[in-house]
């Protein structure tokens, strides 16, 4: 037999290639040997599992189980468990034949010992899986039978006797078929041409627990004489239906009330079976492709997961075969003929196809294990719960220790003065039944003076190969172990990292052997150091940087062979670019839009030029909007950024600032500069986005673009773009301007302002925080921060024309009455300054302050004119003295001290 060939090779080689095929095979039980292959069928993946069993082994059976009640489902493996109980080991199993999604019983015969648990139906049709009955058995004398099958059924009825042609089929030209209540309908569904004789009271009752050869009583409740047909099935009786009126005449003078003997076998050999179970179609008849359903019907054409029963010529020897499916790129299925084919090569004389698609379904006992595991992969992801299975079962008592397992905790390659545990697996007998682990009676001793034991863990002395071995009573079982003075090679991970000042980074090792093979570390001392003194590093790898930026080797040693790895330290953001050059194209969404690269004509904040962004999402048609700035090539970051930074100038548009980066493996993120409609300044302002924490670096910067979701704000606008940066860490704090360091005195005054669109730096990144405010600009600041109206206003200042940048801010201040003209109201004197005593008294005016207090300043006499106000700033908390208690009432007063007294008048 081909089986047994390949078995025999298969157990010598365990898990092997054979002819482009993966191959793992064993025994589970002497008798029952398993295998699982990768192939390919019709130039597609399949994944295969097979039983041989042996049963000419007295210890070896193969039995059908069958469900209690017959109404219910259970997966394999756990209908497989059920069945199992001393001397009665279940060691694998198949899902069984069909059955009716509804009520839940089997679709064809199930038969036991001769007893009847369903007759099932037979199909019409040669596209139908069971339109030939046929059948999987274990005959009388034990061994295995696959072909069709016919029923020997005869009745007697008033003093005629007749026979049955078979059983919940269609009945066809002269037949007299039996219709039980496992029909797959109510009624009979004939047509007129024939008489049926309608029997209850039957006892035993059809069809769970007939048994065959027992002769079956009823009484005739009706008779549906010649003409009528589609009678109802009685669920306590049957019906018998009479083809043809010559037929039907022999059984015309039938009345009800007259008692009816029903006698139901089997033919042939199937007589005293141990056990049918009908299925089809049949695949291999005689060791060839010839299948009982036509091979172009859709049923036999579709590409599913398959299960199968195989028997030999001699009959001693059966197969159990499993192919999945469904699943793409691993095992895609077969189609029956595919399938034949398959069960052909493999040597089988007669095999029947059973129940497939999500059913399918192998068990199989691991070593070890009490009971089956499941060892195919179920197309549904996991397994279905069928309605019979048929499983193969060692009677064989527990025996000896044969078989000991256990495995290193570990690597089997090791350095001197390392160790590794050893862990007891299982104790098989020489049955591979599992047995019951005494831990007292386990033994470990090594062979090749290569080092010693002590308890469960092997201590590597010397360099040189050897063995741990394990004994537990006659069973012995061998680990081959080297041991080596020094590993050919470390790794040291992560292997480029960056880090911030003072972050910890923990770096940790892997040695190889000369082979490439992993090595144990357990006991052994690495040295570890630094190349430039940009941190520390302790004797366990963890690194902790220093406070200034450098670049330094990470080096491990052990026992003389080194590993090395990079760490930067990273104090301040890492600029990515400038703008400077042309690395950047231009893509839109449902807009327009344009790229230039600006100079010291326009906005500039860093370097000779800007990206220049014009957008028009008025035009295109309506959906989000968005304008990308795309790299040529995707830019590089180097370490780990915990940011990205970039300066923008802003128009005011509200739209929202986003980016696209791409991490190591490949997949794409998208960050958030701003929140939605957050884009809302003018002038130039940082902003960064977060990196993902899922991401794995390092990584690329693929775009940055505007998007817009709202139609209300399709608008046309103009972005600058400067000064792209990575952060390391969350301790850096970008300038608000180039003259606005972090630690200048009015830092967050002005922040605050600028937060709240009330005052903008300079187009090149300059505050200017010493200029002096000009009158105009004050009327902007006023305006702004008190949300004046602005329209209708018209002014009759010389200086001040309607063309003027600030008319609108200078006309509101104006008409609220809190800034006044000069020389009688003709001229405004706009890019005149002003002093800190007019200072107090707009604020003053514009916000109604009052209070009063003693004389604090000693250069304001309340005879000045300004005494009040200025008073009344002290007595609101807005101005503190000079040093000498002086206000200075007549010096100008500058942009950084404005918007200070601003910033406290806006807090009260």
Not at 93 to 120: C, D, E, M, W
Not at 485 to 506: C, F, H, L, Y
Request: glycine share 8%.
């Amino acid at each position: 037999m081909k089986f047994r060939t390949m078995f025999i090779f298969l157990l010598a080689c365990m898990g092997c290639l054979v002819g482009g095929m993966s191959i793992q095979a064993r025994v589970v039980t002497p008798g029952v040997e398993y295998t699982k292959e990768s192939f390919q069928m019709s130039q597609k993946p399949q994944v295969g599992n097979l039983l041989e069993i042996d049963l000419s082994n007295p210890h070896i059976q193969v039995e059908l189980g069958i469900p209690q009640p017959l109404t219910s489902l259970t997966p394999t493996s756990r209908f497989a468990k059920n069945n199992t109980y001393d001397e009665h080991h279940v060691v694998g199993a198949i899902n069984g034949s069909f059955y009716h999604l509804q009520s839940r019983l089997p679709a064809y015969l199930v038969l036991k010992n001769n007893r009847v648990s369903t007759f099932g139906v037979i199909s019409t049709g040669n596209d139908e899986y069971m339109s030939v009955p046929s059948a999987f058995g274990i005959l009388q004398d034990g061994t295995a039978k696959i072909g069709t099958f016919q029923y020997d059924i005869s009745f007697e009825v008033g003093g005629k006797k007749g026979t049955v042609t078979s059983i919940n089929k269609q009945r066809m030209n002269k037949e007299i078929i039996l219709y039980t209540p496992s029909y797959s309908y109510s009624s009979t569904r004939t047509n007129s041409y024939g008489m049926e004789i309608v029997v209850k009271q039957a006892t035993p009752q059809l069809d769970e627990g007939v048994h065959l050869g027992q002769p079956i009583r009823g009484v005739v409740a009706e008779v549906y004489p010649y003409g009528t047909g589609n009678a109802p099935i009685p669920q306590d009786g049957f019906v018998i239906s009479i083809h043809s009126g010559e037929l039907a005449a022999q059984y015309s003078h039938i009345e009800p009330g007259e008692e009816i003997e029903l006698m139901i076998n089997v033919s042939g050999e199937w007589k005293n079976a141990q056990f049918m179970l009908a299925s089809g179609p049949l695949l291999v008849q005689e060791g060839k492709v010839k299948m009982t359903i036509d091979e172009t019907s859709s049923r036999a054409r579709q590409r599913n997961p398959r299960t199968a029963v195989a028997v030999d010529q001699s009959g001693q020897r059966v197969f159990f075969v499993t192919v999945d499916g469904r699943q793409q790129g691993y095992s895609e299925g077969l189609t029956l003929k595919e399938f034949a084919q398959y069960l052909v090569e493999k040597g089988a004389y007669y095999a029947l196809n059973l129940d497939g698609g999500g059913s399918t379904t192998m068990a199989v006992r691991q070593y070890g294990d009490k009971y089956t595991s499941v060892v195919n992969s179920p197309s549904d992801g996991s397994e279905r719960a069928v309605s019979t299975i048929l499983q193969v079962v060692s009677t064989s008592p527990f025996g000896q220790p044969t078989y000991f397992e256990f495995r290193l905790q570990g690597h089997s390659t090791l350095l001197v003065g390392s160790s590794v545990d050893v862990a007891e697996q299982f104790v098989l007998d020489e049955f591979y039944h599992p047995l019951t682990i005494n831990k007292q009676l386990i033994r470990y001793e090594v062979e090749g003076n290569i080092g010693r034991m002590e308890g469960n863990t092997f201590v590597a002395e010397r360099s040189g190969t050897g063995f741990i071995v394990g004994y537990y009573e006659g069973a012995v079982k061998k680990i081959p172990v080297k041991v080596i003075d020094a590993p050919a090679r470390v790794e040291v991970t992560p292997s480029n990292i960056t880090a911030t000042a003072g972050e910890s980074v923990s770096f940790t090792i892997q040695a190889f052997d000369a082979d490439g093979k992993l090595l144990d570390l357990r006991n052994q001392q690495v040295l570890w150091s630094l190349s430039q003194p940009i941190g520390t590093i302790s004797n366990n790898g963890l690194f902790i940087a220093g406070t200034t930026n450098g670049t330094a080797e990470v080096i491990a040693n052990i026992r003389g062979t080194v590993g090395k790895s990079t760490i930067n330290v990273r104090t301040k953001p890492l600029i990515l670019d400038s703008f400077e050059k042309g690395d950047w194209n231009v893509e839109t969404v449902r807009s327009v839009a344009t790229i230039s690269f600006t100079g010291y004509d326009q906005p500039l904040f860093h370097g000779s030029k800007t990206l220049k962004l014009q957008y028009n999402f008025q035009k295109g048609e309506e959906g989000t909007k968005a304008a990308y700035v795309v790299r040529t090539s995707p830019l590089a970051i180097p370490g780990n950024p915990s940011y990205l930074g970039v300066w923008v100038y802003g128009d005011q548009g509200k739209h929202w600032l986003r980016g696209t980066i791409i991490d190591q493996s490949g997949k794409e993120y998208t960050v958030s500069f701003t929140k939605e409609g957050g884009l809302d300044w003018t002038g130039w302002r940082y902003i960064k986005a977060q990196i993902p924490s899922e991401v794995t670096y390092p990584i690329q910067l693929k775009q940055l673009y505007v998007v817009e979701t709202n139609k209300d704000r399709y608008n046309t606008g103009t972005l600058y773009f400067d000064q792209l940066q990575a952060e390391y860490g969350t301790s850096h704090e970008e300038p608000l301007f180039h003259d606005i360091p972090n630690d200048f005195w009015a830092k967050n005054e002005i922040q605050y302002l600028l937060e709240h669109h009330l005052i903008q730096g300079f187009s090149n990144g300059y505050f200017k925080p010493n200029n002096k405010l000009t009158r105009a600009h004050a009327a902007v600041l006023l305006a702004r921060a008190l949300n004046l109206p602005k329209e209708g206003i018209t002014l009759s200042y010389q200086d001040v024309p309607a063309s003027h940048l600030y008319y609108a801010e200078i006309a509101a201040v104006t008409k609220a009455g809190i800034m006044n003209g000069k020389q009688n109201g003709r001229i405004f004197d706009p890019d005149g300054t002003l002093t800190r005593a007019q200072m107090a008294a707009i604020l003053v005016r514009a916000f109604s302050l009052k209070g009063d207090t003693k004389q604090p300043f000693k250069d304001v006499p309340s005879s000045y004119w300004a005494y009040k106000e200025i008073h009344a700033l002290y007595a609101n908390h807005i101005t503190v003295p000079y040093e000498g208690h002086l206000f200075r009432p007549n010096h100008p007063v500058t942009r950084a001290q404005f918007s200070t007294f601003l910033y406290r008048v806006l807090q009260k």
